[in-house]
């Protein structure tokens, strides 16, 4: 069974510097993608970034990018310039061929003014 | 254009009663998810449509819990006897291609927050 682990239950930093989100997984399959989705107060799940497993090269969008790691199963969330409209719940998470999102605990993110 | 929305956003019922969550997806996307979210947790799946059909309802907790897409569009969210533990919110998501074609992105909508007395 795949499996999801966020380590970091809650992150802070400052308006304007880089965070790292960590996230690690478990699978025996090969090709799968990888999530990471924002979730405000608001309960609106929102996509941040995505990442296909058969891609060597790691996904970028605006000011988020990922560290994908396949052999060591890592797929890490970095956030430049963080602003604080950032400031919500991060969830990482895995889907194979069957497309179901297997998701991790959440790391709680607040960007300090 | 509109996103995914469900209703009620907010329900509360109390315990052995019958509840429907209602979710209408984007127009035009095939493959309809179900999820529940319980307070501090990330989303579990529950079941997944492709059309009308069921395609994984592996999630399903227990036979309390049932759900239609009966004209392949909305879809209906059938809880019986609920209990206190079912309280929760109930995520539902729609994506245009099916699992494995294309880029398959889940598009969420606000969820229905459904608290058991």
């Known amino acids: 069974a795949q499996t999801v682990t966020q380590s970091q239950p809650e992150m802070s930093v400052q308006e304007a510097e880089t965070v790292t989100l960590s996230c690690t997984y478990d699978t025996s399959e090969s090709n799968y993608y990888l999530f990471w989705y924002k979730q405000p107060p608001s309960r609106q799940m929102i996509l941040v970034i995505r990442?296909?497993?058969?891609?060597?090269q790691n996904a970028t969008e605006n000011r988020f990018s990922v560290n994908f790691q396949k052999a060591a199963k890592s797929f890490s969330l970095k956030i430049s310039d963080s602003q604080l409209g950032d400031t919500a719940m991060y969830f990482c998470a895995f889907a194979n061929q069957g497309g179901k999102l297997i998701f991790g605990q959440g790391t709680e993110l607040s960007v300090k003014p | 254009g509109a996103g995914v929305s469900q209703t009620p956003s907010n329900k509360v019922t109390e315990k052995g009663k019958y509840v429907e969550l209602r979710c209408d997806p984007i127009?035009?996307?095939?493959?309809l998810y179900w999820y529940r979210q319980s307070l501090g947790q990330g989303p579990e799946f529950l079941i997944y449509f492709q059309g009308t059909g069921a395609a994984d309802d592996s999630g399903l907790p227990n036979d309390r819990f049932f759900a239609v897409r009966p004209e392949g569009s909305v879809s209906t969210l059938k809880i019986q006897r609920t209990e206190r533990g079912d309280s929760a919110v109930y995520l539902c998501?729609?994506?245009?291609?099916?699992?494995?074609?294309?880029?398959?992105?889940?598009?969420f909508g606000p969820g229905t927050r459904l608290t058991v007395l």
């Open positions: 998501a729609s994506s245009l291609t099916i699992p494995g074609q294309g880029e398959h992105e889940q598009f």
């Open positions: 127009s035009g996307h095939t493959a």
């Open positions: 990442q296909e497993a058969y891609k060597q």
